[in-house]
């Protein structure tokens, strides 16, 4: 099971008609909740720990949720789309728990989450740069250029390549991927963004930055959820997460 209790455990049945049934094994004075996201069933079983936690009057000292589902959904960008991290969001704020999460994908989600503590970027991937010298970073689109700044000032490097995307808004599919050469090459190149999903974002870039005689190139994310397997960014020389080296 992706949530787990620490200070306490629970048992989990789903009846064969498809209910879920959720019963705390072992009482405790407090706890801490972890919710690894794997789909979106488990926010009802994570409703239904809280509310059984609750019944037995046990604290829960917060909810952790590393990766925030639908914080990529926070803008309406077709009519007829759902906000869904706003509806997300109303769900998670009926438990009235303090929430801690991982680098959220924009404002958005810590304005719409009650009692949201966040874990920034920069506080989750300086380790990927403890050892690195003389590096350009790389910011793969405009959302994630005020991120970029807190790394540059904390930490200092060459420049900063500055990268954009059109993306067809009905499809989801990157149509062009435009990259700023102004750098020196055979220098390390490190893009640094918050979620690797499938990848394509920074596969294009890579092959830019190849093809214009970049040294190393390396993937940073706070989240790397590699949906279509890490052998897919084989352009890519070293890859990593909040949890260390990936590749």
């Given at each position: 099971m992706s949530i787990e209790l620490f200070g306490s455990s629970y048992k989990f049945i789903q009846f064969p008609a498809g209910e879920s049934h959720v019963r705390v094994t072992r009482e405790s004075g407090e706890v801490r909740i972890k919710w690894t996201y794997e789909d979106d069933s488990?926010?009802?079983?994570?409703?239904?720990?809280?509310?059984?936690?609750?019944?037995?009057?046990?604290?829960?000292?917060?909810?952790?949720?590393?990766?925030?589902?639908?914080?990529?959904?926070?803008?309406?960008?077709?009519?007829g789309e759902s906000l869904s991290i706003k509806v997300f969001a109303d769900v998670l704020n009926t438990l009235g728990e303090t929430i801690l999460i991982n680098d959220a994908h924009s404002p958005v989600t810590t304005a719409l989450i009650n009692n949201c503590v966040e874990i920034t970027q920069y506080e989750g991937l300086q380790h990927v740069l403890e050892d690195k010298i003389a590096f350009y970073l790389v910011c793969p689109d405009a959302g994630a250029h005020k991120k970029i700044i807190e790394f540059a000032t904390h930490r200092g490097c060459l420049g900063i390549v500055e990268c954009s995307k059109v993306r067809d808004t009905v499809t989801g599919n990157i149509v062009e991927t435009k990259v700023d050469l102004d750098y020196t090459p055979d220098m390390e190149m490190i893009i640094i963004d918050d979620i690797c999903d499938g990848g394509r974002t920074f596969i294009e870039i890579a092959k830019v930055l190849h093809a214009n005689h970049a040294g190393k190139v390396t993937l940073a994310v706070t989240h790397g959820l590699f949906t279509k397997g890490i052998e897919a960014l084989d352009i890519i020389d070293e890859i990593w997460t909040r949890e260390g080296k990936a590749k």
């Open positions: 488990e926010l009802f079983i994570l409703l239904l720990l809280c509310d059984a936690l609750n019944r037995l009057q046990i604290n829960i000292a917060f909810i952790q949720i590393p990766y925030v589902p639908h914080a990529r959904q926070d803008r309406i960008t077709v009519p």
